[in-house]
């Protein structure tokens, strides 16, 4: 029975802890192989039976200047074909003599041709680096094996991200594989500075991850304090860079992250030449960056390459759009039904007679809108591409429509809707929080009116001024405010000035 | 571990906090708002603030000479007696500060309306923010304070066509001994001073002139509220329960006829923040009296006390006159601002140097 384990927990909980065909992560412990076994047969042996026989699990036995030799690698994982020429096939067809004594060594020297060489002589390690897609030789007589480095994943080609687009930026993403992340990222930061630490996350995934930085930048405090979290991560499987978020994020209660997430190579080396940790976490395309600022969120590559007057007015509009997504339909609601004397007669006549034939109250009318478009929205997402178009006409026809005319919901709400949709888009990082804090502000304003919404405005910022991760608040530089740190915050002002001061994450630092 | 805050950052809360009080300025038969004294008198706050700061300014300065020493001043008895005497007469303040808040919402915005669970949420939600301490406080009141100085100035912008120059009446009409009289009244008001005392041992920067930057931006910020709302509600000011908000009520900006609804929610922005710093202070002072009481059970007693009473304060006027009677401001401004930072500072002189006290110990 495969059951999923979680955190040392069942993914059912304790109630199932007394079936005996239960798992749980207590129980499952390390195997251990012991050393590498003198006898070649019997290592390719031991390496059959732990694989339980699984079919890409490649033994292949043969004779080397008259000794015994066992090939094993992992089928999928490796280069077969270079295997084949530069490994297998110069062995077998080796007629001298190895030097005694020093066998192994005469075969990393004279016969085989690998640049990634190592030696292991605990069968546990050597079993994991065949996982990783090394290829074993197991030489009769040895103690240790050889470990080649032939890997060859599966991999999608380097393509444009669907995330972070950028209008001018470079056209390469991330893709799943560690290897090719960390060249996409040497492509971009050409520098000995650059420094990439491989580790490992997840008991039984044994997921790799690289620790990026810029050595002299990052301060060492917050790489030890990242590091140190890593360590700590108690968690069975690891199968996205979202699944350590936990382990780095700040410790406030709060819908935002400090954790930023991208997908281009150009914005994750534009963040570690501030300072900033990057971890590269191996098959997915996302990294991650430590710690991200509240007002990064607005700030996009392009607003480096476009001029200053359009960038700062392009980050006012991102910041007002973020506004408008979390407070307009609350406010709306809250106008319309404490404080209507606010709206000039006219507009405020015209908006009674739509609202007037519809069925329910503005707040359940605001709520209900929402609910069938994030319904909508979800549907999209996970459903097959082919029947996408369907979905989009049946909910422009029958929402933005036919329930108009039915009289279900009124059209100010429904344009309040669509102009709040679009605006919490516009910053698509913040779209997590602006979709629950919207629904939120709705309650509170169809509750309290405007004097409910602005202490929700008042709690939210207090809370958004109690998020700090590894000594940096997350409101930096406007609270704490620092003046020299504006001119690249909700404004930006020219490269000249920017570059006689350089950002840093550190000086941000309480 | 205690956050720190920069000297700047608190001052701000402070600034919001003391604003708060001037916007729902209550006019007495006594006190008249309409005479053109009332903007002077934040003359007399600025000069009395920073005469009945100097004990407090000692007191974080005392501080800063005993870092070693701390944890022993906070576990002398003395000094946990004071504390106790800060808890309650803070808690005086909070409760008086949602009393006249209550009556602001219950006689100017929602006349009609029940407002025991808006009351309790608003507690709630004080009382919960003093959880994140003052460091979020702190930081949260810069932006806050970018607000209501823009909204502030919106309304000021908007009043300026509705100002009546006649409507200004000569300078100290009833004499020098009244006028002073009325500032002083008006300056005990501001019990956030004796905040500074409570706060002492997290205040980073230069706390002294930060001070005197406050005292003076506050008394100007006053100064030019009353001025518009002499010169916009002339005598019909002292026949108002609120004048402040009568004169903001008059505001229009563009296609919005009424702007009060907008600027009265940023004023609750302010009351929110006082609360939640004199909630603060009270769940610290009372850690330090009784040491072995959790905040959390502190701050839940304070909430549910709290909401009661404001609720028993609410059902009867002449319980809030209690409240806000001359006699209790003028006491509790100087039991907090002047008579408590001594008895901290006599404590401290008590205190022997750090060494002697690991020998003791």
């Known amino acids: 029975m495969n059951i999923p384990i979680i955190c040392g927990e069942t993914f059912f909980g304790d109630f199932m802890k007394s079936r005996d065909d239960f798992l749980l992560v207590e129980d499952v412990k390390e195997m251990s192989l012991g050393a590498v076994n003198k006898s070649a047969v019997e290592n390719g042996r031991i390496i059959k039976e732990i694989f339980g026989g699984s079919f890409d699990i490649v033994v292949k036995k043969g004779y080397c200047a008259g000794k015994c030799v066992v090939f094993a690698n992992c089928d999928g994982l490796c280069d077969s074909m270079r295997i084949c020429e530069a490994i297998i096939n110069p062995m077998l067809r080796f007629q001298g003599e190895l030097t005694k004594g020093y066998e192994l060594d005469y075969i990393c020297t004279h016969l085989i041709y690998s640049t990634e060489q190592s030696r292991e002589k605990d069968l546990s390690s050597a079993v994991m680096m065949l996982l990783r897609g090394c290829l074993l030789v197991f030489l009769e007589g040895e103690s240790e094996c050889l470990v080649l480095g032939v890997q060859h994943y599966p991999e999608r080609s380097i393509q444009e991200p669907d995330t972070g687009v950028q209008e001018f930026g470079a056209r390469e993403g991330f893709t799943e594989n560690i290897k090719t992340n960390l060249t996409l990222l040497r492509k971009k930061i050409c520098s000995s500075k650059l420094c990439a630490e491989l580790s490992e996350v997840g008991k039984q995934s044994k997921t790799r991850i690289l620790i990026c930085y810029m050595q002299g930048r990052v301060e060492k405090e917050m790489l030890l304090r990242v590091k140190r979290r890593l360590e700590k991560l108690e968690m069975d499987t690891v199968l996205g860079s979202g699944y350590l978020r936990k382990a780095l994020d700040t410790k406030a209660i709060t819908p935002f992250t400090m954790v930023g997430q991208t997908e281009r190579p150009d914005v994750f080396a534009a963040k570690l030449c501030e300072g900033k940790i990057g971890i590269i976490v191996d098959g997915t395309p996302f990294a991650l960056v430590v710690p991200e600022l509240f007002v ?215 | 571990m205690k956050q720190r805050v920069s000297a700047n950052q608190f001052y701000f809360a402070l600034y919001l906090s003391v604003l708060s009080t001037v916007f729902m300025y209550l006019s007495s038969p006594d006190i008249k708002v309409s005479q053109t004294d009332s903007i002077l008198r934040p003359v007399v706050f600025c000069v009395l603030s920073i005469v009945s700061v100097i004990p407090s300014m000692i007191v974080v300065r005392k501080h800063r000479q005993l870092k070693k020493e701390r944890k022993y001043i906070e576990k002398t008895p003395f000094l946990k007696i004071i504390a106790l005497f800060y808890g309650v007469v803070f808690f005086f303040s909070l409760v008086k500060t949602f009393a006249r808040f209550d009556l602001f919402v219950s006689s100017e915005l929602f006349p009609n309306a029940d407002m025991t669970l808006f009351l309790a949420c608003i507690v709630g939600v004080c009382v919960a923010l003093s959880f994140l301490d003052i460091g979020a406080l702190g930081r949260a009141s810069v932006v806050f304070a970018l607000v209501v100085a823009s909204s502030t100035a919106l309304v000021m912008l908007s009043l300026s066509q509705e100002l009546d120059f006649l409507n200004f009446t000569p300078l100290m009409e009833n004499g020098f001994g009244k006028f002073l009289g009325e500032g002083t009244l008006f300056a005990f008001q501001a019990m956030e001073i004796g905040l500074i005392t409570v706060f002492s041992t997290q205040l980073e920067g230069d706390v002294e002139k930060g001070f005197v930057v406050w005292s003076v931006l506050s008394s100007v910020t006053f100064a030019a509220i009353f001025f518009f709302v002499v010169g916009v509600l002339g005598g019909f000011a002292d026949t108002q329960l609120f004048p402040t908000y009568t004169a903001v009520s008059l505001a229009s900006f563009g296609l919005l006829e009424r702007i009060d609804a907008l600027e009265t929610a940023v004023w609750i922005l302010c009351i929110v923040l006082k609360a939640a710093l004199f909630s603060l202070a009270i769940i610290k002072s009372f850690h330090i009296a009784f040491p072995k009481l959790s905040r959390k059970i502190t701050g839940t007693a304070l909430f549910i006390v709290c909401s009661v009473l404001i609720n028993f304060i609410s059902s009867d006027i002449e319980r809030f006159s209690f409240l806000s009677s001359d006699f209790l401001t003028v006491a509790l401004f100087i039991l907090s601002t002047i008579i408590l930072p001594v008895c901290v500072i006599l404590n401290m002189r008590r205190v022997k140097p750090v060494e002697k006290l690991q020998e003791d110990i």
């Open chain 1, 296 to 510: 990064e969120k607005f700030q996009t590559l392009d607003d480096y390459i476009n001029r200053p007057y359009y960038a700062t007015f392009m980050r006012g509009v991102r910041f007002l759009a973020f506004l408008i997504s979390i407070f307009l339909p609350g406010m709306f609601v809250a106008i319309g039904l404490f404080h209507q004397e606010m709206i000039p007669d006219d507009m405020l006549f015209n908006i009674v007679l739509m609202e007037s034939n519809t069925l329910f109250t503005l707040t359940m009318e605001a709520l209900v809108i929402h609910f069938i478009y994030e319904t909508v929205r979800e549907a999209g997402l996970r459903m097959p591409k082919s029947i996408g178009h369907a979905v989009s006409i049946v909910g422009a026809l029958v929402i933005g429509d036919a329930a108009v005319t039915a009289g279900l919901i009124g059209a100010p709400m429904l344009i309040i809707v669509a102009l709040t949709a679009i605006c919490s888009l516009v910053s698509s990082d913040l779209y997590q929080p602006i979709s629950v804090l919207r629904i939120l502000f709705i309650l509170v304003g169809g509750f309290s009116g405007l004097y409910g919404i602005f202490i929700g405005g008042a709690v939210l910022v207090v809370v958004l001024s109690s998020m700090t991760a590894y000594g940096v608040p997350y409101l930096a530089p406007f609270s704490p405010f620092r003046w020299k740190f504006l001119r690249d915050s909700i404004f930006r002002t020219s490269t000249n000035k920017l570059e006689k001061q350089i950002f840093r994450i550190k000086n941000l630092r309480k």
